[in-house]
């Protein structure tokens, strides 16, 4: 939600964090002989291998149960050229190998015909590591910060809107509620169809903390336990799924758009993180007024000084940046905060192991797991390079004037997803970070969607224009 605090409990991890030397997540320790249990025992008959492409759309590849066993020892194959940003139509085999892991049943449908999902890592056809594989690129990051004996871990707030459908089932931009942030009113679709999202959810295995309503009318929240950054990732990319899929059933669109109407708040996708060591929360500091650490300043400085290059990552579309501009509560600028919810980076008054910053620029249109590599890669880099932030800003920037600014130290955030590919394009850190496939595949889709925008005609420029000249 934009501007106000979580409807949540603090985002605490309970549970001790594995150490740095297993570098991706903390595992289950799920086996191939566990997932053949699984399978029977749910009476799965039919298995979706699920990945994400370069933009983070969720593609899959549905196999039924006699292809089983071929999927659970990695041996299923697909046409890669078919998707975006992956290869060349010479370059197509792939292969998907499921992480054991991330087994789950999809609660709704045909009891006798249960269907299953393994989200899976994308390998080339000699069984390397695909470049291009989103998920693969925010390991990168995770293995790069377990080096530095760290473990990420993340919380988001994934806004979203329910409006109708027409008849035919085109989505609209209609909604019957007229209710705002955490209202209770007369129960409606809306609120009808959240709940069954929760259910569904839970069913899934997601640990849902709280539900409500947002500023907007017809837009919506739902919160899940905070993870380390892989299972995050993971758990965002199968949410969005579950809303989508949920809302249809009840005659609703959902969408993850960040600015779908003029003249009201936009959706965010507020990440919340810090890093560990073992089960010490790195950025809790027992020392100064603020209680941080030399540690988390670091980050929060890596994090300022990249924010301008990441954000073509973090809010990818061209609508993205309808909701960065002020007035909707939404940050425009890059500074940090121990109070104020306007600058870019805030940081919660919880201490101890609940220390953490909330990163407020991103929005869920973002694909989860290249949205987590650049930020982490950012803060990582500050912390490496040592980079102290400006002093935080404990004032509403939007009523500082143009002097205050300066002596803050203060810069603006992209204004429009051309300006952000530019800024995105001249980053070495983002560069490595994503890897040279990945980056340029990705600023090519993006620019392509900017040359189409800029030349378009609008109905802006028609009702402006068309009778004044």
């Known amino acids: 939600m934009e501007g106000r ?143 530095m004996g760290y473990q990420m871990m993340a919380g988001v707030e994934a806004e979203f809107f329910l409006f109708h459908r027409t ?22 679709l809306g609120e009808i169809a959240r709940r069954d999202i929760v259910n569904m959810l839970a069913a899934m295995g997601f640990e849902v903390e709280a539900a409500h309503h947002e500023v907007a009318p017809g837009q919506h929240e739902i ?11 993971d758990n965002l990319s199968t949410f969005k799924f579950v809303v989508r899929n949920m809302a249809v059933r009840h005659g609703l669109h959902a969408t993850f758009m960040p600015k779908p109407i ?26 100064g007024e603020d209680g941080i650490s030399e540690i988390m300043r670091w980050y929060v400085g890596g994090l300022l000084t990249h924010a301008r290059a990441f954000c073509a990552v973090t809010n990818p579309l061209v609508n ?35 220390t953490r910053l909330e990163m407020r620029m991103p929005d869920p249109s973002a694909n989860p797991y290249l949205g987590l590599a650049v ?40 204004r429009d997803l051309g300006e952000a590919v530019a800024e995105l394009r001249r980053s070495e850190l983002m560069k490595e970070a994503l890897g040279a496939h990945v980056f340029e595949h990705f600023i090519a889709a993006k620019e392509q969607e900017w040359e189409e925008y800029i030349a378009q005609v609008h109905e802006w420029e028609i009702d402006r224009y068309l009778g004044a000249y």
């Open 5 to 147: 605090g979580r409807a949540r409990k603090d985002l605490v991890p309970d549970h001790k964090v594995r150490p740095a030397t297993d570098p991706v997540r903390r595992r289950a320790g799920a086996t191939r002989e566990d997932l053949r249990e699984a399978l029977q025992r749910t009476n799965v008959r039919f298995l979706r291998l699920q990945f994400t492409d370069i933009t983070g759309a969720i593609k899959n590849v549905e196999v039924p149960e006699s292809q089983f066993e071929k999927a659970l020892e990695g041996d299923i194959m697909f046409d890669g050229s078919s998707i975006e940003g992956f290869v060349r139509i010479e370059e197509s085999d792939m292969i998907l190998k499921p992480d054991p892991d991330t087994f789950s049943v999809y609660p709704w449908g045909d009891p006798e015909n249960r269907v299953g999902r393994l989200i899976c890592d994308v390998l080339t056809s000699e069984g390397h590591p695909f470049a291009g594989d989103p998920r693969q690129v925010l390991k990168r990051q995770i293995a790069a910060a377990a080096t």
């Open 167 to 188: 008849d035919a089932g085109a989505p609209t931009r209609e909604t019957q509620d007229a209710g705002g942030y955490f209202d209770l009113g007369p129960v409606d």
């Open 223 to 233: 919160d899940f336990k905070y993870a380390d950054a892989l299972t995050t990732a």
């Open 262 to 287: 003029f003249g009201q708040n936009g959706s965010g996708l507020h990440t919340h993180q810090s890093l560990f060591s073992g089960d010490e929360n790195v950025f809790a500091s027992g020392a």
């Open 320 to 354: 993205s940046y309808k909701r960065l501009v002020p007035g909707y509560e939404a940050p425009v600028n890059v500074a940090w905060s121990h109070r104020n919810r306007s600058p870019m980076v805030r940081v919660p008054a919880r201490r101890g192991k609940g």
């Open 375 to 414: 930020q982490l890669a950012a803060g990582l880099d500050g912390i490496r390079n040592r980079i102290d932030p400006p002093d935080p800003v404990d004032k509403n920037i939007f009523a500082l004037t143009v002097r205050e600014r300066r002596r803050y130290k203060i810069q603006e955030l992209p």
